[in-house]
């Protein structure tokens, strides 16, 4: 019987691999056809008004620019800070570097509109630190942290995440025996560092540095909230221009210009992947130690340096934590006194509808993305990894669409494919209503979902299920009892990092949020502006502390285990290495 | 195809390809009932997957299975009647022992008392302890996970029992131990098992036949001592146990014919044992001691040739002159393609060193 006889037979997967199939081509294939069509064809006929259009608009072009600017900025800036936080972490023996690892890993638990929103409350107009700062140097401008340079510094200690998680893992790897080899000829700490270390983890830092370049390039919550007029990159403009039927022909070729570039670094990064990475070639290879420097003075620099980090890492943090315990009135006049420290502002969120509304749609938003997400993805991934034929294949590789192309072309793409009656979706008229964000969140978390889940299948023993098969147990009993227990850890966390990354979302909210569903990155980012209600500033800081807190929890969820005898408790659900590059524009907010 | 014979287990013109890759060619075996049958090769030689064909985990190209004379080519796994331990167990590990032991009881739906007293009497024989049957499985150690997989292959009561190399994940002195127990199960269930091992001790100790694989074909069928002692093909003889090859000058001056010739490492000796044997000179090239015996590889002309001896009667050391004596009756003789060929004496003519 031909492969495709076999899954032609079963219906459990046929009816598995049709509803896959609708998905695939209603949600991720159609909405970029509609998207092309809209910018080249916007009524009926082909038109190229758009490019005329961006050519004679000097704020597209120079929104144009800016991305390139910030993409090319942020891959060296976030470089220097992230190796070094991995080398002051990972690397150098410096006094306290768990200390300084959990100082540094502050940006797990907040990131996009939420980061970007609370460093504005902290260094912009009318800030806290604007305020001490100010005692100091009394002709400091009000807006001094704005702009370029406050987007990029903002950003840059965003996306550090990704050396953390991979260059880290990367490093660990590395060989000890292979360092002390370097040791025994004579080889001091910086020269094992240059000549050892550094080659070995080339790959994996041209690979963060693509993806720190592709979250410049789609950058929109820090240069929305802390951009100003002067700095607006491509993705703002985007969703300005797509407000207007005038100009939504510009704003989709926009998205597609970002779209291409996005895919064509990723190619790139691909082609890196497969060449593979060589950490040690030892049969037993024994775990990298840290290297202590020997002058006394670098080693006090570096820990100046290290601490210095920390404190810019974690004085927001500690600042949002403070103020959301603080009046209003307290914190538009910068006077702070314990007595003022009060549960105020959070009876306030708990005990108004209004201001608790947008973290319950949220809540619910991310909840059943994840729930939906990872439920589905289980039987696909389970079709995908049994029945491997050319209609498998290309279905994995469209479903991988959501990780190349940017959150505003996703967007545009739903609300241009199904702003009128289409009958792949049954003459149903999405946009507009609050389903559409449900389906974009499910659509943007299958390609992570999608990996994390096949990785865990494939490393299921085969063995298992033919002792199964062997015992008499029919194919949905063997899902049942043998396949889904080892996996169901792994869909569990997923779960929880999909829901995470899914709270404090902006970038698709921002294009697709119904106005009776808004989304708390949605609201957090119109609070940011100021003028609407005097509390919104302190319910700003009560959100983020919220988010912090729950988005914390689920973190220790999913990487700490607690000590048992088996193996498989040993190790996190999922750990840094097997979380694969995270799709840049959406997994790592800034 | 042929007839059907009362095999408990047999290959009728079995084909075996991986794509374009043909892992068996052709294979004609019958294995009898009760039998210790062990599949013996080198890594890549189609051992696995001639026992995956009799498990159903691989559908040949062409040809038959047949057990106890049905043909089973194109049952499922679990409708042939066959139980195996897989190389690593395959024990499930979100379950207890006790699960893992009753789990194809479950699924064929024995109420709980019949699973019960199923599982507690298989526990029994294989000697696992009711606190054992109770615990996780990964909390169980090498050896006792090798009984819990036996268990719950047995508790199926099987017709035919298929081991796939289940004593290599265990320790050197753990593997010794296991191979007893092993048997002892083997001979007190009655069953037929087909075993599946790269690991000639393990083949010679425990087979009551032995079929030696090479390239997805076999070699040669035959008892332990058949196989060891009349090796049929020249990969038999150097794959199972250990000789040295002759030049063709040692050889010749033998009085043999010049063909591919060997001696079994126990066949030569640093003292006439018979009176027709040889004296081969040569100079101690290496001695590694063994605690029981020494082996002493020696270098004659253009060969080097191992000698085993006793610790109390020799102590040579490197670089020593030393005699070999080997019976020209000892060497085992091939052909230009591999086979064996009857050792023909010319004349009795000493080597010179």
């Known amino acids: ?590 | 195809m042929s007839e059907p014979t009362d095999f408990a287990v047999e290959f009728d013109g079995v084909k075996v390809t991986y794509g374009d890759f043909v892992a068996i060619p052709d294979l004609h075996l019958g294995i009898r009932e009760g039998e210790f049958f062990t599949f013996l090769g080198p890594s890549g030689c189609g051992k696995t997957t001639a026992l995956r064909t009799v498990a159903g985990f691989v559908n040949p190209a062409r040809g038959a299975v047949r057990i106890k004379g049905t043909d089973v080519t194109r049952l499922p796994s679990d409708a042939r009647g066959v139980g195996m331990v897989f190389q690593n167990y395959a024990l499930f590990p979100s379950m207890t022992v006790r699960d893992n032991i009753g789990y194809g009881l479950r699924v064929r739906r024995v109420d709980r008392a019949g699973r019960q007293q199923r599982v507690d009497d298989v526990a029994r024989r294989v000697d696992l302890t009711s606190a054992q049957l109770d615990a996780h499985v990964a909390d169980l150690s090498g050896g006792q996970q090798q009984r819990v997989a036996i268990a719950r292959t047995m508790v199926m009561q099987p017709d035919i029992l298929l081991l796939d190399e289940p004593l290599s994940n265990l320790d050197a002195k753990l593997r010794v131990q296991m191979r007893a127990e092993l048997k002892a199960v083997q001979s007190d269930f009655g069953i037929t098992t087909v075993y599946v091992t790269h690991d000639q001790d393990e083949a010679l100790t425990m087979s009551d036949r032995i079929a030696v694989f090479n390239q997805g074909s076999i070699e040669q069928v035959g008892t332990p001592d058949e196989v060891y002692a009349d090796p049929q093909t020249e990969f038999v003889c150097n794959f199972v146990g250990e000789s040295s090859k002759l030049s063709p000058q040692v050889v010749r001056n033998m009085g043999l014919a010049p063909t591919a010739s060997y001696v079994r490492v126990e066949r030569a000796a640093l003292a006439p044992r018979t009176p027709t044997a040889i004296r081969v000179q040569g100079r101690v090239e290496d001695v590694a001691y063994h605690g029981m015996h020494i082996r002493y590889s020696v270098g004659a002309v253009g060969c080097t040739v191992k000698v085993l001896a006793s610790p109390t009667e020799h102590r040579l050391q490197k670089g020593d002159d030393a005699s070999i004596y080997i019976d020209p009756s000892d060497v085992l003789q091939f052909d230009d393609t591999g086979r064996r060929i009857q050792t023909r004496v010319l004349s009795h003519t000493a080597v010179p060193a």
């Not at chain 1, 895919?263 to 024994?286: I, K, Q």
Request: proline share 5%; net charge positive.
């Open chain 1, 1 to 590: 019987m031909t492969r495709l006889g076999r899954i032609a037979r079963s219906p459990f997967f046929l009816v598995i691999g049709t509803i896959t199939i609708w998905f695939t081509v209603a949600f991720l294939v159609w909405p970029n056809i509609a998207v092309i069509t809209a910018a080249f064809a916007p009524d009926g006929h082909i038109s190229f008004d758009a490019f005329d259009k961006i050519a004679s608009s000097e704020r597209v072009q120079r929104s144009l620019f800016n991305s390139g600017l910030l993409a090319a900025t942020l891959a060296v800036s976030t470089n220097i800070v992230g190796v070094f936080i991995v080398l002051v972490t990972s690397y150098f023996r410096v006094r306290g570097a768990r200390l300084l690892w959990f100082g540094y890993a502050t940006t797990f638990i907040y990131g996009g509109v939420v980061l970007a929103s609370g460093y504005r409350a902290i260094y912009g107009r009318g800030g806290i630190v604007t305020g001490w700062l100010q005692g100091f140097l009394p002709a400091l401008p009000e807006d001094w942290f704005s702009g370029f340079p406050a987007v990029l510094i903002t950003m840059t200690l965003a996306t550090t995440t990704n050396h953390m998680l991979f260059v880290s893992t990367a490093m660990s790897r590395i060989d000890q025996q292979s360092v002390e080899a370097a040791q025994l000829m004579g080889a001091g700490p910086w020269r094992i560092l240059g000549t050892i270390v550094f080659p070995t983890l080339r790959p994996v830092l041209f690979a963060v540095t693509i993806l720190s370049f592709l979250t410049g390039l789609g950058a929109l919550s820090a240069p929305q909230v802390l951009g100003g007029t002067d700095f607006q990159t491509v993705a703002p403009t985007i969703l300005t221009l797509a407000k207007s039927d005038s100009s939504r022909d510009v704003a989709m070729l926009l998205a597609l210009i970002l779209g291409v570039a996005t895919m064509v670094l990723l190619l790139v990064f691909a082609r890196m992947e497969r060449g593979g990475t060589y950490y040690s070639l030892a049969r037993v290879s024994s775990r990298l130690e840290k290297q202590q420097l020997r002058s006394s003075t670098g080693n006090t620099v570096l820990h100046v340096a290290a601490y210095g980090l920390f404190v810019l890492y974690t004085l927001p943090v500690v600042l949002i934590v403070l103020y959301s315990f603080l009046p209003t009135t307290a914190i538009v006049s910068n006077q702070v006194s314990p007595a003022d420290l009060t549960m105020a502002n959070y009876m306030r969120v708990f005990s108004g509808k209004a201001a608790l509304w947008p973290l319950l749609v949220s809540i619910g938003y991310s909840f059943l993305a994840a729930f939906i997400c990872v439920l589905g993805m289980l039987f696909v991934v389970r079709m995908l990894t049994q029945h491997r034929n050319w209609i498998t294949k290309a279905l994995e590789v469209l479903l991988h669409i959501p990780w190349v192309l940017p959150a505003a072309l996703a967007a545009l793409g739903l609300v241009v494919a199904y702003d009128h009656a289409t009958p792949i979706l049954g003459g149903v008229v999405l946009t507009g209503t609050a389903g559409i964000l449900l389906v974009a969140y499910i659509s943007a978390k299958i390609p992570f979902t999608l990996r994390l889940l096949r990785a865990a299948f494939v490393t299921l023993d085969s063995s298992l299920e033919e002792a199964a098969r062997n015992l008499g147990a029919s194919p949905l009993r063997i899902l049942r009892d043998i396949v889904l227990p080892p996996v169901f850890p792994v869909a569990i966390a997923v779960f929880a990092l999909n829901f995470n990354s899914l709270l404090d979302d902006y970038d698709l909210a921002a294009f697709l949020a119904h106005p009776l569903y808004q989304p708390l990155g949605v609201v957090i980012r119109a609070n940011t502006s100021g003028d609407l209600n005097p509390d919104a500033i302190s319910n700003n800081f009560v959100y983020t502390v919220l988010l912090m807190i729950v988005t914390g929890l689920v973190m220790t969820l999913v990487y700490w285990r607690p000590k048992r005898r088996t193996p498989a408790a040993r190790t996190p659900l999922v750990t840094p290495g097997t979380v694969q590059a995270p799709r840049p524009t959406q997994e790592v907010h800034a």
